[in-house]
């Protein structure tokens, strides 16, 4: 008789939410719209495919979008089947089993999901009580711990946080790990590392067209590292690992003057409107909104779990994280207005919380 092996049997399939709701602020997905001329032009990109063929491996018209776009080399950077299967990839392939990996706490959850996959040994380092990184005190665990590999966002998601660029270049020039620097949420900020990846060996960043521009729906990501790192990358993964559509789609988003500019200025106006909408009501009832470096608000609260509940019965979808805290995606203003709006009821006249 056939059973599932241990690292999997217990294991259920990813469901960020079920059910309809008629605000969906969970995902920190872009609510910004590719304009109806950038639409056309996909439209006739998909028309042209040669959808016989496989896709092109080094997905080199993406790559050269990409690097012109942010002012890097090509030759470092790797396209993915958006950064979930790179995290997937470098976790597994840059692991042996047992291989040390550290991740921080809180983080993106996928982290440690990857690691046992890979059957790497994963190390919790729990961040400070104001949710920052304490880079000397990460440094000492890294060594001390003898960790190989160490993975977190940066601006991190859940909390919003950002970590300077000089501390990060402190942190990946003091440990032995490689580490693996998730900028998912970078483009709401202006500390990249992107341009001195190659001054490391050490260090890899992971990008993703998911979040500022609007394109979570084709799935692309990408990896940056210096050429060492980034040929072993290209020698593990799958392939044909990015579809031929996503690939030109993403590279005419990328090449297309002014709109990614336009959908950043649009997410940052929303998150800020969010984020002080947030920080007025927590001012009245004892809750904390972090000031954000992304495009999403972390809310501290005591009865975060009802409030989430509550938000739900309403028809609005927030991420609730742990106990305490609400992930808040920054959304078009009919969309931020109705979960403040919500959020005021709930918090100020405790009505539902
Ligand atoms: C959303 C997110 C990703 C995943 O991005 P994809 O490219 O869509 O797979 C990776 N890291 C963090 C921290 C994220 O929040």
Redesign the pocket.
Known sequence: MYELNPKIRGLTPYDPISGEYRVRLDA?ESFFPLPPEVRGRLAELAQALDYNRYPDPAAAGFCEAFAAHYGVDPALVTAGN????L?FLLTSAFLMRGGRMAVLSPD?S?YRFYASLAEAECLTFRKDGDLRIPVERLISFCQEERVEMLLF?NPC?PTSLGLSREEVRRLVRSVDALVVL?E??MDFWDQSLLQEAADFDNLII?R????AFGM?AL???AAVANPVLTRAIRAVKSPYNVNSFSQAAAAEVLRTPGLLDSAREAVVRSREELYQGCAALASHCGAEAFRPCTNFVLLRLANAPEVHRALLARGIAVRLIGDGFLRITAGAPEENRAVLGALEDLLTKGRGA
């Open positions: 920190n958006g950064s979930d299967e995290l993106f996928m966002s998601n998730d998912a949420y992971l993703t067209c998911s979040k979570a799935r692309v990501g």
